[in-house]
């Protein structure tokens, strides 16, 4: 299970650095260019090497997948030579964690929602708000929250399983496309989010069947999940098309909870006085208050 594990790590290293110097052409990194006849559709690895400060057979090692006791100082040249940004800087960070032997621990993430946690959904009563982990399981909601999302609760892919999960619904199905308005970008940054994930939590088993699930069952997933792409959740807008209430476009906020690992808090502010803030009173009218905890069966 260990060898399994270190190769799945491996093959992602290797992908990652790949598909990150890839993009980067030699005009972006300051380099000349010396001929029209380059086989590659970005930087060489010599290049790379170059950039960061080490030999080419170092820097070959490491796209191979050895990154396993890579320094500091080390890393820190990759990610600027590869211009990542903080996302992409934090996942090189956490794959070479995941490479190294004393950094090969399980990630532990909780799997229920504190009573003090739906305590404070409960007293959310004027936004939606949602408590999820990583693998955008919902594991509780607020009633607004769940008025908000009720295409997923409804759904039927969840009828017979729980729990309900917004990446098995974006990408499994079809009513994902009327509910998110731009269903590209909402497509993009959730197989982005994964894939950060899989560098935190490498060895999380459930991440690993969900990933395997959604890249044998739908072709735009995995066609996204081939470019490595990773990004933060933090803040945003996102619009939405409620079936009751038409579109919404609702800032949000993503906070985790540091005594709940893996899990964390999203809410929808709108400013006051604009549409997204009286259609949410009129769902908040229609749905009544208080916090709703999801069942195997839900």
Do not use: C
């Amino acid at each position: 299970m260990a060898d399994r594990d270190q190769k799945g790590v491996a093959a992602e290293v290797r992908e990652f650095l790949s598909t990150r110097r890839a993009r980067i052409t030699p005009d972006q990194a300051g380099l000349p260019v010396y001929g029209g006849n380059r086989r590659v559709a970005g930087l060489r690895r010599e290049e790379v090497a170059l950039l960061a400060g080490m030999s080419v057979d170092y820097y070959i090692r490491l796209e191979r997948g050895n990154l396993s006791g890579a320094s500091d100082s080390v890393l820190e040249s990759l990610a600027h030579a590869l211009q990542l940004d903080e996302a992409e800087r934090t996942h090189l960070y956490d794959l070479a964690r995941a490479a190294t032997p004393s950094g090969r621990r399980a990630t532990v993430t909780a799997s229920r929602v504190r009573p003090t946690i739906l305590r404070l959904l409960d007293s959310m009563t004027d936004v939606p708000a949602y408590v999820r982990n990583a693998r955008f399981d919902i594991l509780a909601a607020n009633t607004l929250g769940r008025a908000l999302y009720a295409p997923l609760f409804d759904s039927p892919l969840f009828a017979q399983r729980g729990p309900v999960n917004s990446a098995r619904f974006l990408f499994l199905d079809p009513a994902s496309m009327e509910f998110w308005i731009d269903w590209d970008k909402g497509a993009d940054d959730s197989v982005a989010f994964l894939r950060t994930e899989t560098g935190r939590a490498p060895h999380d088993r459930a991440l690993t069947d969900l990933i395997g699930e959604l890249s044998a069952r739908s072709d735009d997933f995995a066609h996204r999940w081939a470019r490595h792409d990773v990004k933060f959740h933090r803040s945003g807008i996102k619009n939405l098309h409620h079936p009751l209430v038409g579109d919404l476009a609702l800032p949000y906020e993503a906070m985790d909870l540091p005594s709940d690992p893996g899990l964390r808090l999203n809410f929808y502010t709108p400013e006051p006085d604009s549409p997204a803030r009286e259609a949410l009173g009129l769902l908040a009218g229609w749905a009544g208050t208080g916090t709703f905890v999801p069942t195997a069966n839900d």
